[in-house]
Structure formats: C-alpha cells, structure tokens
C-alpha cells in the first residue's frame, strides 16, 4: 500500500478537469433530493472504480440503482451498507446506526475488500446528519470520520463524499458544526435546489472549478 | 528512534502479528497474551499503538480497546482479526471505535504495518476534526516561545478585565497544542491543562467568528462530556487567536454556569480581546528576538 500519483477521478460538469484522489468533499444542503443527485453522481464507481457507501435513510437496492442511473454498470462494482431494507448480492445491512464500533468495522471491510478488485474507489456517507441525529455524543462521529472515513482516504486512491443535510435536527448548532467540517474537509459543496430539475453549486476547495455553477438534477 | 506497538493475541498467533510489527524498522513490538497481560503493559510501558486480536482466553480485543478508552485515550487501536464485523459482539461495550484490518485479505500484513504507522503519525482516532492547516498551525505555535515569554502577568490582568467586561464567572486564554489545550490565564477557574477531546475550544478554533454555545447540555457535541458537566461548564463564548499568517493558535473564551447568550456587540468585543492576546504574544516574542539577535551577531 502506498500513495500513489493517481489520474483524476471524472466528476462530469461539476469538476471538468475532474477530482484529485485523496479528496476528502463535504457535500451540504438542505434538499436531500438535490442532495442525493449531487452525492451519486459523484459516487457513482467508473469502469476501474469501486463505489464503497454507507447508506443511512435509503435501501441497498435502492442506492445501487440510483448509482446505476448516473453510470451504467456501477451498480455491479458498488458496495453498501444499508441501514434499511433488504440485504442482497452487494448489500450489507447495518442493525443500529448508532453502533458507531460495528458500523465502523464494517465500513473498513468493505473498502479493504474492494480494494482487492481495484485499487480505485470512491467511498460516501448519506446521510452524515442521520448519524449525527442517531447518536448521543457527536464527538463519535467526528471520531468515525477520522478512523474510518477520512484515514481511508489518506491511506488509499480514493475520493470521499460526505453528505449532511443542514435541515436535519442533530443536537447541535448545524451551522457550526458545517463550520467545523469545512476546515476538515479538502472540498465543500454546498447544494441549493432552484428549480424542480436544477440546483446551484457553491464549491470551496476544488482548483479549476467555478465557486458556484449550476447543474441538472 | 523506535516505537513501541503493544500486540496482543492468542499464544499461538501473537508471534505472528509481532514478527509484522518488527519487520518495520522503527517498531518494537511488545508481546501479551490475554487482557490482563496488556493492561498490565499498558500501565507499565509507553505505548504508541495496541494491535490486538478479536478472541482472548480471557476476553475480546474490544475489552482492550476499553482499556486503552479508559486510560490512555489518544493511544490508538487496531483490530486484527478473521472474525467478521458482524461476527463481534459491540452491544456490550459503548462506544470504543477502533481500526479493523481483516487478517484473511492477501495484504493484511503490509496494510497492517501501513496502517499502524499512519494512525499514529496522524492520531487517527481521535475525537474531535483537525484543521486541514494542523501541521503548520502546530509549527506556528511552535515559533512562539511560551515558556520563556513574560507574558503571564499581562494575560492574568486581560483576563481579569474580560470576566469583568462580560461579567463571566470564568474568562481564560488558552493555547491549543496537538493533544491538549494550554490554559496559559484563567479568571475565576484553577485550570491548567484540557484533553483537546474535551474542550469545546476544539470546535471553536475551526470556525471564522466568534463561537457561543448557550447551553451545553441542549448540544450533542458537549452534553455527554462528563469533563464539561464537571466543570460547571454551561454556557461558552471562544474567540480566535489567529497568527499573522492566518493560523489559529489559541482562544480567547468565556464559559458561564448559566445558560447566557451574546449579541453582536458582545461577539465583536470578545474578537477584539482575542486580537488584543495575540498582540502581547507578538510583541513579546518581537522583543524577545530583537535582544536575542545582537548576542548571535557578536558570537
């Protein structure tokens, strides 16, 4: 295992020149449907990728399809661990989302083990605010995403996404605890739905883009 | 120099585990056989690093992990095992988040090794975010000499003044290093040193304006924190201290025993305190090198 001078991993029209492996990106808003479009289309595994997601509000079935709808066959290279529905080829179940221990350990496993198909891999969290709103100490979190989310990436060629819908009751100041994100992350977008089929982009973080594009939906 | 890594797994397979560690130059791995043992090493040794396996004769590995929670919380943890997640018993132990390497996967030794010198090269388990500026923050605070700074006497009196200006029971300026937060001035409280996991300082250095929280017990980053409640800590106001190159290096803070909230003027007036602690610290340090340079020069 070693860092590695990665191509780009290709995020479409929102990063054209694409999107440095190691990225760690904390996606925000407050519209968890132009949350969730932005978050698969960013996670959604190419042909020599693997898509690592911790689902927290959908199915498994239901995350690998909406992977497949934003690049056909990803759904065949993702796994998921879902906090609701059935399991399946590809899908593990999480029994307590706030077994921080177990969910961890499972996460881990996950990445390692599609890290013996390829070495690429693009990891997400959705929703980050679920679990925040699961738990009874933030603090578990922030140590989740340090042991098991952030350390991945570092360690790893990847790309991370971490999705927190700032319309979510967590317990805390929503605003600060973005804030405190922010700086932990290497790229922050913030999602703004402004029409049935569009959202506006606010990016920080990401050289050669635009601070605030708008995308389809 | 070498580090010490603790392993710990069964008499059959801890040697095992401790032949990886000791493949890597700078690790000496320490060897222990139940949970018993370990603790026993932890209390006896320095230790960087714990790698434990999952099935002890006497206990789990998450029974160590407990143990490290318990007493050396920044020494990190990692679970090497054949057992599945699934297969673990989590329910009984709260919350003792550790690495998990699989020890079936082809790779396992070299991402073992990896991985046991990334986490504690970055102190990965800890419970609270870092600033992505951390290194050269921490190098920025470095630069200051603290120790040998005539700075008490001024931040004992500034201090004074901010607990009187916002009537606080307790006002204090605190430096806040990788692992722990230096109370260098406190009006009203006899503290000296925070776990930077426990203060609420953690959070404040990684916001732009000045950070209030009300009331600690209606926040879930704080009302579990037992270190806080013992405190009497209920209500917070922090303030940056920020280099001239734009790193945070301190806080200036107020913490009340009643729910207390800030206006504006008052959020304005706590930066401008921490402007004013960061100041002393500049010119003190200016002074401090300008008398130091003509002695160099004469050498």
Wanted: hydrophobic fraction near 40%.
């Amino acid at each position: 295992m070693s860092l590695s001078t990665a191509e780009p991993f290709s995020a479409g029209d929102i990063a054209p020149d694409g999107i440095d492996s190691g990225t760690s990106i904390l996606l925000v808003g407050d519209d968890s449907d132009a949350l969730e479009s932005v978050f698969y289309r960013l996670v959604a595994a190419e042909e020599d990728e693997r898509s690592v997601v911790l689902a927290t509000d959908d199915g498994g079935r239901s995350v690998r399809r909406a992977l497949d709808r934003q690049v056909r066959g990803a759904r065949s290279r993702s796994s998921v661990l879902a906090a609701t529905g059935a399991t399946g080829e590809g899908v593990e179940p999480i029994s307590d989302l706030a077994d921080l221990t177990k969910l961890g350990m499972s996460y881990s496993m996950l990445l390692s083990e599609s890290q013996q198909e390829t070495a690429r891999f693009r990891s997400g969290i959705f929703l980050c605010s679920s679990i925040c709103e699961a738990v009874d100490d933030v603090r578990s979190v922030y140590r989740l995403l340090n042991s098991n989310f952030l350390s991945e990436l570092r360690r790893g060629e990847g790309i991370g996404v971490c999705a927190l819908d700032t319309s979510s009751d967590i317990g805390a100041s929503v605003q600060s605890v973005v804030a405190g994100m922010k700086t932990s992350f290497g790229v922050c977008i913030e999602v703004e739905a402004t029409g049935r089929r569009e959202a506006t982009l606010t990016v920080s973080g990401l050289a050669g883009v635009d601070e605030t594009l708008t995308v389809s939906i | 120099m070498s580090r010490t890594i603790l392993c710990v797994d069964n008499a059959d397979r801890v040697s095992s585990v401790a032949a990886a560690i000791d493949a890597e130059e700078t690790f000496e791995a320490v060897e222990a056989t139940t949970v018993e043992a370990a603790r026993t090493a932890l209390d006896e040794r320095a230790v960087v690093c714990v790698v434990t396996g999952y099935e002890l004769d006497d206990g789990s590995g998450l029974e160590i992990a407990r143990a490290i929670r318990e007493t050396a919380p920044q020494t990190p943890c990692v679970l090497f095992t054949d057992v599945s997640p699934g297969a673990i018993d989590t329910a009984s132990f709260e919350e003792v988040l550790l690495e998990y390497i699989n020890r079936d996967l082809p790779d396992a030794r070299d991402r073992l090794t990896y991985v046991v010198d990334d986490v504690i090269n970055h102190s990965a388990q800890v419970g609270f975010l870092k600033p992505d500026d951390e290194e050269e923050r921490l190098d920025a605070l470095a630069s200051y000499d603290i120790d040998e700074l005539p700075i008490q006497e001024s931040f004992d009196r500034l201090t004074d003044l901010i607990a009187s200006h916002f009537g606080t029971a307790i006002a204090f300026i605190g430096l806040v290093e990788a692992e722990a937060e230096d109370i260098v001035a406190c009006h009203g409280g006899d503290w000296d040193r925070l776990t930077r996991e426990d203060t609420i300082c953690t959070h404040s250095m990684l916001q732009e304006d000045v950070m209030v929280v009300e009331d600690i017990r209606e926040d879930k980053r704080f009302s579990e924190n037992p270190h806080l409640s013992n405190l009497g800590i209920r209500s917070y106001a922090g303030a940056n201290m920020t280099t001239p190159d734009g790193h945070v290096i301190g806080q200036v803070c107020l913490i009340d025993d009643v729910v207390r909230t800030y206006d504006a003027e008052e959020r304005r007036e706590l930066q401008q305190f921490a402007e004013t602690a960061m100041e002393v610290l500049e010119l003190r340090q200016s002074v401090l090198e300008s008398r130091a340079a003509p002695a160099e020069v004469g050498q």
